[in-house]
T-cell receptor, first 116, second 113 residues
Framework: AQSVTQLDSHVSVSEGTPVLLRCNYSSSYSPSLFWYVQHPNKGLQLLLKYTSAATLVKGINGFEAEFKKSETSFHLTKPSAHMSDAAEYFCVVSEGLTGGGNKLTFGTGTQLKVEL | DSGVTQTPKHLITATGQRVTLRCSPRSGDLSVYWYQQSLDQGLQFLIQYYNGEERAKGNILERFSAQQFPDLHSELNLSSLELGDSALYFC????????????FGSGTRLTVV
Protein backbone atom coordinates (compact mmCIF):
# COMPACT_ATOMS: atom_id res chain seq x y z
CA ALA A 1 0.00 0.00 0.00
CA GLN A 2 1.09 3.53 -0.66
CA SER A 3 1.36 6.14 2.06
CA VAL A 4 2.41 9.70 2.72
CA THR A 5 3.94 11.24 5.81
CA GLN A 6 3.60 14.91 6.59
CA LEU A 7 6.53 15.82 8.74
CA ASP A 8 5.03 18.82 10.52
CA SER A 9 1.61 18.99 12.10
CA HIS A 10 1.84 22.77 12.53
CA VAL A 11 3.84 25.42 10.67
CA SER A 12 3.82 29.10 11.52
CA VAL A 13 5.20 31.81 9.22
CA SER A 14 5.06 35.57 8.97
CA GLU A 15 3.18 37.17 6.13
CA GLY A 16 5.48 37.75 3.17
CA THR A 17 7.96 35.01 4.14
CA PRO A 18 8.39 31.68 2.34
CA VAL A 19 6.28 28.63 3.12
CA LEU A 20 7.61 25.06 3.21
CA LEU A 21 5.31 22.16 4.01
CA ARG A 22 7.07 18.82 3.98
CA CYS A 23 5.79 15.50 2.69
CA ASN A 24 7.49 12.15 2.16
CA TYR A 25 5.85 9.31 0.30
CA SER A 26 6.19 5.57 0.25
CA SER A 27 5.40 3.79 -2.98
CA SER A 28 6.62 0.74 -4.82
CA TYR A 29 6.32 2.53 -8.16
CA SER A 30 6.02 6.04 -9.52
CA PRO A 31 3.15 7.58 -7.57
CA SER A 32 0.55 10.18 -8.38
CA LEU A 33 0.79 12.83 -5.70
CA PHE A 34 -1.36 15.79 -4.79
CA TRP A 35 -1.65 18.63 -2.37
CA TYR A 36 -5.10 19.63 -1.15
CA VAL A 37 -6.04 22.57 1.04
CA GLN A 38 -8.89 22.79 3.50
CA HIS A 39 -9.95 26.17 4.83
CA PRO A 40 -11.95 26.25 8.08
CA ASN A 41 -15.44 24.85 7.61
CA LYS A 42 -14.81 24.38 3.90
CA GLY A 43 -14.29 21.46 1.57
CA LEU A 44 -11.07 20.18 0.08
CA GLN A 45 -9.56 22.11 -2.80
CA LEU A 46 -6.93 20.70 -5.14
CA LEU A 47 -3.78 22.83 -5.11
CA LEU A 48 -1.66 20.82 -7.52
CA LYS A 49 -0.93 17.33 -8.79
CA TYR A 50 2.08 15.36 -9.93
CA THR A 51 1.55 12.63 -12.48
CA SER A 52 5.11 12.09 -13.77
CA ALA A 53 5.02 14.70 -16.54
CA ALA A 54 7.34 17.21 -14.83
CA THR A 55 9.05 17.08 -11.46
CA LEU A 56 8.31 20.72 -10.64
CA VAL A 57 4.57 21.23 -10.45
CA LYS A 58 2.92 24.61 -10.31
CA GLY A 59 -0.43 24.97 -8.66
CA ILE A 60 -2.96 27.59 -7.80
CA ASN A 61 -2.38 30.65 -5.60
CA GLY A 62 1.39 30.66 -6.18
CA PHE A 63 2.07 27.24 -4.67
CA GLU A 64 4.41 24.73 -6.23
CA ALA A 65 5.84 21.36 -5.32
CA GLU A 66 8.87 19.41 -6.45
CA PHE A 67 8.88 15.65 -6.82
CA LYS A 68 12.24 14.20 -5.73
CA LYS A 69 12.44 10.49 -6.29
CA SER A 70 15.85 10.13 -4.63
CA GLU A 71 14.48 11.65 -1.45
CA THR A 72 10.93 10.25 -1.81
CA SER A 73 9.69 13.76 -1.11
CA PHE A 74 7.01 16.06 -2.46
CA HIS A 75 7.36 19.27 -0.49
CA LEU A 76 4.98 22.18 -1.00
CA THR A 77 6.40 25.69 -1.22
CA LYS A 78 5.30 29.26 -1.77
CA PRO A 79 7.68 32.21 -2.02
CA SER A 80 5.58 34.64 -0.02
CA ALA A 81 2.83 33.75 2.43
CA HIS A 82 -0.44 35.62 2.53
CA MET A 83 -2.91 35.75 5.39
CA SER A 84 -5.44 33.93 3.22
CA ASP A 85 -3.08 30.92 3.03
CA ALA A 86 -3.86 30.01 6.63
CA ALA A 87 -5.50 26.59 6.37
CA GLU A 88 -4.83 22.89 6.69
CA TYR A 89 -2.83 21.27 3.91
CA PHE A 90 -2.92 17.61 2.99
CA CYS A 91 -0.38 15.64 1.03
CA VAL A 92 -2.16 12.86 -0.84
CA VAL A 93 -1.22 9.80 -2.88
CA SER A 94 -3.50 8.15 -5.42
CA GLU A 95 -3.65 4.38 -5.64
CA GLY A 96 -5.25 2.24 -8.29
CA LEU A 97 -7.17 -0.69 -6.93
CA THR A 98 -8.12 -4.14 -8.19
CA GLY A 99 -11.19 -3.89 -10.36
CA GLY A 100 -10.31 -0.53 -11.82
CA GLY A 101 -11.16 1.57 -8.81
CA ASN A 102 -9.07 4.23 -7.20
CA LYS A 103 -8.59 5.77 -3.80
CA LEU A 104 -6.74 8.68 -2.28
CA THR A 105 -4.67 8.19 0.84
CA PHE A 106 -4.32 11.38 2.85
CA GLY A 107 -1.53 12.46 5.12
CA THR A 108 -2.35 13.64 8.61
CA GLY A 109 -2.33 17.27 7.55
CA THR A 110 -0.24 20.37 8.30
CA GLN A 111 -1.93 23.34 9.88
CA LEU A 112 -0.43 26.52 8.42
CA LYS A 113 -0.63 29.66 10.50
CA VAL A 114 0.26 33.02 8.95
CA GLU A 115 1.05 35.87 11.30
CA LEU A 116 1.28 39.58 10.63
CA ASP B 1 -18.78 26.25 -5.80
CA SER B 2 -16.94 23.06 -6.80
CA GLY B 3 -19.89 21.58 -8.70
CA VAL B 4 -20.24 18.68 -6.26
CA THR B 5 -23.32 19.18 -4.10
CA GLN B 6 -23.78 17.54 -0.75
CA THR B 7 -26.90 17.69 1.40
CA PRO B 8 -27.57 18.29 4.16
CA LYS B 9 -24.66 20.45 5.34
CA HIS B 10 -25.29 19.63 8.97
CA LEU B 11 -27.07 16.75 10.65
CA ILE B 12 -27.62 16.09 14.34
CA THR B 13 -29.11 12.78 15.35
CA ALA B 14 -29.26 10.38 18.27
CA THR B 15 -27.40 7.14 18.78
CA GLY B 16 -29.06 4.15 17.20
CA GLN B 17 -30.67 6.19 14.45
CA ARG B 18 -30.23 5.97 10.70
CA VAL B 19 -29.38 8.83 8.34
CA THR B 20 -28.90 9.32 4.62
CA LEU B 21 -26.35 11.65 3.11
CA ARG B 22 -26.76 12.74 -0.47
CA CYS B 23 -24.25 13.71 -3.13
CA SER B 24 -24.70 15.05 -6.65
CA PRO B 25 -21.50 14.79 -8.67
CA ARG B 26 -20.11 17.44 -10.98
CA SER B 27 -21.77 17.43 -14.38
CA GLY B 28 -20.14 14.80 -16.60
CA ASP B 29 -18.43 12.93 -13.78
CA LEU B 30 -19.25 9.23 -13.55
CA SER B 31 -17.38 8.31 -10.38
CA VAL B 32 -18.47 9.18 -6.87
CA TYR B 33 -16.29 8.63 -3.82
CA TRP B 34 -17.14 8.90 -0.14
CA TYR B 35 -14.61 9.92 2.51
CA GLN B 36 -14.89 10.31 6.25
CA GLN B 37 -12.92 12.92 8.17
CA SER B 38 -12.73 12.49 11.92
CA LEU B 39 -10.38 13.87 14.55
CA ASP B 40 -8.90 10.52 15.47
CA GLN B 41 -8.80 8.80 12.06
CA GLY B 42 -8.15 11.73 9.74
CA LEU B 43 -9.44 11.43 6.17
CA GLN B 44 -10.37 7.88 5.24
CA PHE B 45 -11.67 6.42 1.99
CA LEU B 46 -15.00 4.67 2.37
CA ILE B 47 -16.27 3.60 -1.04
CA GLN B 48 -16.29 4.38 -4.77
CA TYR B 49 -19.03 4.00 -7.34
CA TYR B 50 -18.59 4.29 -11.07
CA ASN B 51 -21.59 4.66 -13.35
CA GLY B 52 -23.87 2.95 -10.87
CA GLU B 53 -21.59 0.10 -9.87
CA GLU B 54 -19.43 -0.32 -6.82
CA ARG B 55 -15.78 -0.08 -7.85
CA ALA B 56 -13.74 0.00 -4.67
CA LYS B 57 -14.24 -0.36 -0.96
CA GLY B 58 -12.17 1.09 1.82
CA ASN B 59 -12.66 1.27 5.55
CA ILE B 60 -16.44 1.26 5.42
CA LEU B 61 -18.28 -0.26 8.35
CA GLU B 62 -20.93 -2.91 7.78
CA ARG B 63 -23.47 -0.51 9.31
CA PHE B 64 -22.78 1.84 6.39
CA SER B 65 -23.91 1.34 2.83
CA ALA B 66 -24.01 3.39 -0.33
CA GLN B 67 -25.45 3.36 -3.79
CA GLN B 68 -25.30 5.36 -6.98
CA PHE B 69 -28.49 5.93 -8.89
CA PRO B 70 -29.09 6.09 -12.67
CA ASP B 71 -28.92 9.89 -12.57
CA LEU B 72 -25.47 9.41 -10.97
CA HIS B 73 -26.26 10.96 -7.64
CA SER B 74 -25.16 8.89 -4.67
CA GLU B 75 -26.43 8.27 -1.18
CA LEU B 76 -24.51 7.11 1.86
CA ASN B 77 -26.65 5.38 4.46
CA LEU B 78 -25.42 5.22 8.02
CA SER B 79 -27.36 3.06 10.47
CA SER B 80 -27.23 2.10 14.15
CA LEU B 81 -25.29 5.28 14.68
CA GLU B 82 -22.73 5.53 17.44
CA LEU B 83 -21.05 8.55 18.99
CA GLY B 84 -17.87 7.65 17.14
CA ASP B 85 -19.59 8.08 13.79
CA SER B 86 -19.61 11.84 14.35
CA ALA B 87 -17.48 13.20 11.53
CA LEU B 88 -17.37 15.24 8.37
CA TYR B 89 -18.40 13.13 5.39
CA PHE B 90 -17.10 14.23 2.02
CA CYS B 91 -18.23 13.22 -1.40
CA UNK B 92 -15.95 13.63 -4.40
CA UNK B 93 -16.41 13.00 -8.09
CA UNK B 94 -14.25 12.39 -11.13
CA UNK B 95 -14.78 11.72 -14.80
CA UNK B 96 -13.37 8.22 -14.93
CA UNK B 97 -12.71 5.29 -12.63
CA UNK B 98 -9.16 6.15 -11.73
CA UNK B 99 -8.80 9.81 -12.48
CA UNK B 100 -6.33 12.01 -10.73
CA UNK B 101 -7.44 15.02 -8.79
CA UNK B 102 -10.99 14.60 -7.72
CA UNK B 103 -13.44 17.43 -7.06
CA PHE B 104 -14.71 17.44 -3.51
CA GLY B 105 -17.98 18.70 -2.13
CA SER B 106 -18.14 20.87 0.96
CA GLY B 107 -19.14 17.96 3.17
CA THR B 108 -21.89 16.94 5.56
CA ARG B 109 -21.11 17.36 9.24
CA LEU B 110 -22.75 14.58 11.20
CA THR B 111 -23.08 14.89 14.95
CA VAL B 112 -24.36 11.88 16.88
CA VAL B 113 -25.57 12.70 20.40
Amino acid sequence: AQSVTQLDSHVSVSEGTPVLLRCNYSSSYSPSLFWYVQHPNKGLQLLLKYTSAATLVKGINGFEAEFKKSETSFHLTKPSAHMSDAAEYFCVVSEGLTGGGNKLTFGTGTQLKVEL
Amino acid sequence: DSGVTQTPKHLITATGQRVTLRCSPRSGDLSVYWYQQSLDQGLQFLIQYYNGEERAKGNILERFSAQQFPDLHSELNLSSLELGDSALYFCASSVGQGDYGYTFGSGTRLTVV
